[in-house]
Each structure stands twice: as C-alpha cells, then as structure tokens.
C-alpha cells in the first residue's frame, strides 16, 4: 500500500514538474511600428523584449532604410544602466549592455524615434542586422545560442503612406465595350513617381447595333415589307415586319469636281435592283485654296510700300497680296553746311545711305555773348553821360545805354527852394514838394551813384 502511495506520490510530483516545464515561455522579441502619413513626420518603432526574467548582458545590432528613414532618437530601457548606442553608421544601430547586476526589462526594450524623409510611397524596412548574432546572458553569464530567442523570422515594415491629393493619369481601356455589354476602364495615380497604389475604375456604355441596309426580297425602295437587318458588328439580325423599305446608298462618285472656291457633285446609286429612284447627288465641298509661299513682287524702298504675292498651288490665277512696309532712311550723321553766328541761325545736311536723299535741319543762332560795360563818356551835372558793351563774337556787335546826369530829377517833383524841412504836395499834380535840404541829399546821392558806374 505504501509503495502504490509512494508511486502515486512520484506521478503526481512529475506531472506538477511537466506543468510548470510547459507554463514557461521562451525569451522573445517583437516590433511594434507605426505608418508615416507625411513627409517629414516623425514616427517611432518598439522593441520589445517578453520574458527576459533576470537579464545582466545584451547585444543585439539593428539595420533601417537610411534612403527613406532618418534616425532621430534612440532610446534604451532605463533599467539598461550603463548601455552603449552606436548610430555612428547610418543605416545601423548597435546596443551593448553588460552589468553586474540584473535588471527587469521586460516591456520596451528599445524606443527609436524615425523621421520619414522618402519621396516614394511603400514600405521601408526594419529590423536585425544579418549575420549579427543576438546575445543574451543570465545570471551566471551563459550565453544562449540565438534559436533560444524567438525573433521575428522577417524584418519588420515601416509603412510610408503619405496623405496626398491624388494626381491621377489618363483613362486606360481594360475591356472593350461591345454591343448591348460594357466595357470598363481604369486610372492610376501618377504621385510620388507613382509609387501610390490608387486606382479609379469606370464603365464604358455599351455599344448599339450597327445595323446594315436591311434584306427585303422583291421589294421596291419606299414599299412596306418584312426586312432582315444584321448588325455589322455582332451579326446579331432582326426582323421588321411592314417596314418601310429604305434606300441602299453605295458611297458614291465624284461627277463634278470641285474647285477651291466651288463645291463639286458627288452621284450615289441605290444598290437595290427595284429602286425606282436609281441616283441621287450630294456636294462633294470645296477644297479650298492651298497657298504657297509670300513671294517679293514689288520691293520697298525708303518711302514708298512694296508688295508680296502668294499662289495658289492648285490654280495660279488665284492669288493674294499684301503690302510690304516701307524700309525707312538710313540717315548718315550731320554735315554743317552753314555756320551760324549771334543773329543768324546756321544750318546742317544728312544723307540717307540707301536712296541718297538728303535732308537739311537748322543750327539755332548762338546769341550774343557779351563783355563788361564800359564808360564811353562821364555825366556830367548838366549832360547825360554814356557806356558801352562788346560781343565777344563780333566785335561789330555793340550796345550802349545812357548814363543820368547828376541834377535829373522826376518832372513831376517841384523842388521848394525856400529851405522847408518837411515835404509837401503840389495841389495841381499831387506830386511832392522837396525842401532845400532834400535837394541837397539828393544831388549828394547822385554823385555817389555815378562814383559807382565808373568802377
């Protein structure tokens, strides 16, 4: 009995070491990324670490898109104390982590920060580094081989998925419509060289039947009678019973060609035996004219327009001209021909190098050029004296003035020769009436003056 107790003992024992063998999980890591919605947004990717228990080394080393990502920030779980990040090379990330001590790092183990900086929409990749193993100690420093770790088999994707207004490219027909069926056709987006993976798909109504002239046997053109049409495009056929028999046109000939200003006569026959009508006509249009070149009919001169001529290359008679502007002088510089003094203008010629027509213009007249007055003759009390100025040009040219003498006075100013001080007024002209002192002050200031002029 105590044997089987003991037996049961040890099953029960071996079944609760199993359970727990089972219950344990291997160490893992796993990606959580975020998409990039535009350019230039910053978006983080996690590392984390399950089941790490009691961790006191690491090393693992990282690979990204340096052509679609740019590193921003690495951030190492705090409980790393004392690890080592190396971005020096871009495109890779190395970590080193070795410490006495354990740390609990399960959750994020990694926090790195990207800036999307592609021009093309996608995927950019992240994820180990090949070839690079990732190490990972416990307490008693036992390296376990990396099949120990569970590792995503394949790198993780960054998704590049810009917000974008749509640039789409023309219609492409995908399925051809055909009679009574639609047909379907399909664009793309052309943004981000195309790499945006939308696409706009529309349908093509269906075609009609293209029905031919129609079979009546021994019918006459404008009878009623049962008709079988066939569609050109299907061959589908239909029946119309009591229909009216149309006319059956071939395409016609010209009979009467046409010009370039007349329309011509196009005769189609009907192509049943029974036509009573047999022929009608349509107008075959004009051609038109068919210019050739501006040729120089009449060259331009100076002055005068010339002409150019254009024929056209069907009929020459008919024709088309149009004026040619005229050329305009070509005017060589300015000859003097006549000098021109203080008084007189001068005047200039110019001579058209093309046509040798000359044209004459006018030189203004210099003016004087004047010297300084010069007394000819003192005043004296009683007489008026004179000076004199000379053209520096021509000495031919002269002018003078007179010079006051001292004792002029104003007709108008009665002089009182009775000595009053004070001034009065003359009651037949309202003028005023000098004392003998302001006589005197007078004659004074006049001697002064005329001091003045002779300087």
């Known amino acids: 009995m105590k044997k089987i107790m003991a037996l049961a003992l040890a099953m029960v024992l071996a079944l609760s070491l199993s359970v727990i063998a ?9 990606f959580v990324t975020s998409d990039f919605t535009a350019e230039g947004q910053t978006q983080v990717v996690k590392v984390l670490a399950k089941n790490f228990g009691s961790v006191t080394a690491l090393q693992v080393a990282f690979e990204y898109d340096e052509t679609k990502l740019e590193l921003v920030e690495c951030a190492v779980n705090a409980g790393l104390v004392g690890a080592t990040v190396n971005t020096l090379i871009p495109g890779e990330i190395y970590i080193n982590w070795d410490a006495l001590a354990a740390a609990p790092i399960d959750g994020e183990l990694v926090v790195i920060t990207f800036k999307a900086i592609a021009k093309e929409l996608g995927a950019a990749a992240f994820g180990f580094m090949p070839g690079e193993d990732i190490i990972f100690a416990g307490e008693d ?5 990396v099949a120990e770790i569970e590792v995503p088999a394949e790198p993780a994707e960054v998704e590049i998925d810009y917000v974008h207004e749509h640039e789409w490219s023309d219609w492409e027909e995908t399925k051809a419509p055909w009679c009574g069926v639609e047909g379907e056709k399909v664009r793309h987006c052309e943004a981000y060289n195309g790499t945006c993976d939308a696409e706009e798909t529309e349908t093509i109504d269906a075609l009609e039947h293209d029905w031919d002239a129609g079979v009546a046997q021994d019918a006459v053109c404008g009878s009623t009678t049962d008709v079988l049409y066939t569609c050109l495009r299907c061959q589908e056929t239909k029946t119309v019973t009591g229909a009216v ?11 009467t060609d046409p010009t370039c200003e007349e329309d ?12 009573p009508v047999g022929t009608k006509t349509s107008v075959e249009p004009k051609l038109g004219h068919d210019w050739g070149d501006w040729e120089e009919t009449t060259a331009p001169d100076c002055d005068e327009h010339g002409e150019e001529t254009r024929y056209c290359k069907r009929d020459r008679s ?11 002088h070509d005017w060589g510089e300015w000859d003097e021909t006549k000098a021109p003094d203080c008084t007189n203008p001068g005047e200039k010629v110019h001579v058209c190098g093309v046509c040798g027509e000359e044209e004459t213009g006018t030189i203004p007249a210099l003016g004087h050029d004047w010297g300084k007055w010069e007394v000819v003759k003192e005043a004296t009390a009683g007489e008026d004296g004179e000076e004199k100025r000379v053209c520096k040009r021509d000495e031919s040219h ?13 007709p108008t100013v009665i002089i009182d020769m009775t000595g009053k001080a ?3 007024t003359n009651p037949n002209t309202g003028a005023p009436v000098m004392g003998a002192y302001a006589v005197v ?15």
């Open 318 to 328: 008919h024709k088309e001209t149009r004026p040619v502007d005229p050329l305009g």
């Open 22 to 30: 089972m219950a344990e999980e291997k160490p893992a890591i796993e």
């Open 264 to 275: 011509g006569v196009r005769t189609h026959t009907c192509r049943r035996a029974n036509c």
């Open 141 to 145: 420093f036992l390296e376990i081989p």
């Open 441 to 455: 002050a007078l004659a004074a200031a006049a001697a002064v003056c005329s001091q003045k002029n002779r300087k």
């Open 398 to 410: 002269v002018e003078t003035r007179v010079i006051k003498n001292v004792f002029f006075l104003d």
């Open 422 to 424: 004070e001034a009065e």
């Open 245 to 255: 028999v149309e006319h059956d046109w071939d395409d016609g000939v010209v009979t």
